[in-house]
């Protein structure tokens, strides 16, 4: 069974920075973990992805050279450390981890992700 919970969400000003954690519990290591972000009334977007054996990093989006994804094998812990944030950026993020896609895979943003965790809110003031 996976269990992912995120935290180190909250309210900042814009141009702030934020590092996001999402601690994961697992007898195996998926092979790709990521975080998305969906606002109210948005679709869900994928921001960053990380290979866990072979630490690749992939993103996508807005958010790159200003969010960086980072995974500590060691302890279980995906992290998200958010730059240079923007009001824009307000949204609850999400972590989650797959077993079945590899991060590189052609186009890995259509494949869905088994397992998520419930969220933390980041809100971006100007």
């Known amino acids: 069974q996976v269990q992912l919970v995120e935290s180190g969400g909250g309210s900042v000003q814009a141009g702030e920075s934020l590092t996001l954690s999402c601690s994961a519990s697992y007898t195996d290591g998926p092979v790709c973990m990521a975080w998305f972000r969906q606002s109210p009334g948005k679709d869900r977007e994928d921001l960053a992805s990380?290979?866990?054996?072979?630490?690749?990093?992939f993103y996508r989006g807005s958010v790159k050279g200003r969010f960086t994804i980072s995974l500590n094998n060691a302890r279980n812990i995906l992290y998200l450390k958010m730059d240079s944030l923007k009001p824009e950026d307000t949204a609850t993020y999400y972590c989650?981890?797959?077993?079945?896609?590899?991060?590189?895979?052609?186009?890995?943003?259509?494949?869905?992700?088994?397992?998520w965790g419930q969220g933390t809110q980041v809100t971006v003031s100007s």
């Open positions: 989650a981890a797959d077993y079945s896609y590899p991060c590189n895979v052609p186009n890995r943003p259509s494949k869905p992700y088994a397992h």
């Open positions: 990380i290979s866990t054996r072979a630490g690749s990093m």
